[in-house]
């Protein structure tokens, strides 16, 4: 158990002393409270005023569906979960007064048939059309399909929609653009994500911790460490076990070799996106040198395997990792210097996709997309866990926020991430895990979390008394971040600009449909 960290305990005395009927429910890794429905608009007023950050929003349960509000309260390193049951169809309008919530307040109606009391429009983002009411969800089917209403387009002349996707090209995900458009300006933008959808929360019901691993990886895939770790640690949470020390260096390991191959990744998208072919090539030479070296390190390419619930499966392969990092990563840091020695790169970065710090703050943006833009916010450093606790990272950010902010960001945080792998591999990296016993005539849960190269993944599981997972929530950093997208888009951006943009993004449509 953890104590009440002290900076957030003025918080919480404010939010109990002033809300009606709310109580502590748990404090564990995270406090936990619980409100009535009521009280939820004056709770989420005073957190936003105090300056939390509302880091997810979901729904538990049926008859009542509860909902639960993950806020972050990055100074005090401390998350705080609020608990309401819904009785009925609605709940008050949390979106109004916490931008950020508007997203989750269109996957809940979809998922659970509940919504704000308001009646504002919500939008189809998780489910396809044809979801009819057998339909696999996790809830009740809404009594009406959720609406297509966009933002209404005003420009001078004529503005029309140009249809893209969700076919695109060749090895990359279903993803439909709407781009309203008066010429070669972008005027508007908005995405359709659920072509990807797979259901996989649906899926984890019933599973065990452990094998349950096999679908959280292959959430998002790219982010199989982080989004491992996180639900691993939510799990440890919820059973009140800690993983030991030499397993918890071996996440971390994985985790900052998962950022770096992601970094070089994008570089690539970046390279291919503006036309330069050489610099492509180089990228992917890192990049290709990286994933090796994750094969001959850990087992796997893409590092699925090594995290298990209560630790780590496999230990690294420490005399082939110190080998051949500093090769791979040389690479990429000599591709990154070229590019910023090349005029016709910097020129379609700079000033391209422009997030500012109060769109980043206002829509909870994460990870390099909002430390470009100033919000340095890094889980690794806000709400630190082993071995980030003795070996913390230095956290990257710029204040521009275009695509050239967000590229300073990735190379900064790859040359941090071989600067962690050593110190972490000095400390001693290893297998083995806690022995985690389920049960005990109770149900649980727990919340956990990691910074993935996207930025904050979060997952919140409640197991039920044989140790099987009655709910699994899990929020990859691409939840978060695609909302961010169009807005990039609109600030005064051309057509062939959204390439651009996309790679410096570098989400994923998998993470967020699920």
Not at 2 to 15: D, F, K, M, N, Y
Not at 66 to 90: C, I, M, T
């Amino acid at each position: 158990m953890t104590a009440v960290r002290p900076g957030s305990r003025e918080t919480l005395a404010g939010l109990l002393g002033s809300i009606k009927g709310a109580s502590v429910a748990g404090v564990g890794n995270a406090v936990t409270l619980q409100l009535p429905a009521a009280e939820l608009e004056p709770a989420v007023d005073h957190l936003t005023r105090a300056g939390a950050r509302l880091a997810d929003l979901f729904a538990a349960g049926q008859d009542p569906a509860v909902l639960h509000l993950v806020w972050a309260l990055d100074e005090e390193h401390q998350y705080l979960v609020v608990r309401a049951e819904v009785d009925g169809e609605d709940y008050p309008p949390l979106s109004d007064l916490a931008p950020a919530a508007f997203y989750e307040e269109c996957e809940i109606y979809e998922q659970f048939g509940i919504r704000p009391a308001t009646g504002k429009p919500l939008n189809r983002v998780a489910l396809p059309p044809h979801a009819g009411p057998d339909f696999p969800r996790l809830g009740r089917q809404p009594r009406q399909a959720p609406a297509e209403v966009h933002a209404p387009h005003t420009v001078g002349g004529h503005a029309f929609e140009f249809p893209f996707g969700p076919v695109r090209q060749v090895g990359v995900e279903s993803l439909y653009y709407g781009l309203v458009t008066s010429g070669e300006e972008v005027v508007d933008l908005y995405l359709f994500t659920w072509h990807k959808h797979r259901g996989l929360e649906w899926r984890l019901r019933g599973q065990a911790p452990r094998a349950a691993l096999f679908y959280v990886e292959r959430t998002e895939g790219l982010s199989a460490i982080a989004l491992s770790w996180a639900f691993a640690a939510a799990v440890e949470a919820a059973l009140d076990a800690s993983p030991p020390p030499a397993a918890q260096r071996t996440r971390a390991v994985a985790l900052e070799l998962e950022r770096l191959y992601n970094h070089a990744a994008a570089t690539a998208a970046l390279c291919q996106a503006t036309g330069l072919s050489v610099g492509q090539s180089a990228a992917e030479i890192a990049l290709e040198q990286l994933l090796r070296l994750n094969a001959a390190v850990f087992g796997h390419r893409y590092l699925f395997g090594v995290i298990e619930a209560g630790g780590a499966r496999r230990a690294p392969d420490v005399d082939a990792l110190r080998a051949a990092l500093p090769a791979a990563h040389a690479e990429l840091r000599r591709a990154a210097e070229a590019l910023l020695t090349t005029n016709s790169f910097l020129d379609r970065l700079e000033a391209a996709g422009v997030v500012t710090g109060e769109q980043a703050r206002r829509l909870g943006l994460v990870g390099p997309v909002a430390r470009a833009a100033g919000l340095a916010h890094d889980t690794r450093r806000d709400h630190p866990a082993p071995p980030y606790l003795e070996n913390p990272p230095v956290v990257a950010a710029r204040t521009a926020g275009d695509v050239l902010a967000r590229f300073g960001v990735m190379q900064d945080e790859a040359a941090d991430s071989v600067r962690l792998i050593g110190d972490l591999l000095d400390a001693g990296a290893g297998a083995g895990a806690a022995d985690l016993r389920p049960g005990g005539g109770r149900s649980r849960s727990g919340l956990g979390w990691a910074e993935s190269s996207r930025g904050e993944a979060l997952a919140w599981v409640s197991l039920d008394d044989d140790g099987r997972i009655a709910r699994a929530r899990l929020r990859p950093a691409s939840v978060r971040n695609w909302r961010g997208f169009d807005d990039a888009c609109r600030s005064q951006n051309v057509f062939t600009d959204i390439p651009i943009i996309e790679a410096s993004f570098w989400l994923t449509v998998a993470g967020t449909a699920r």
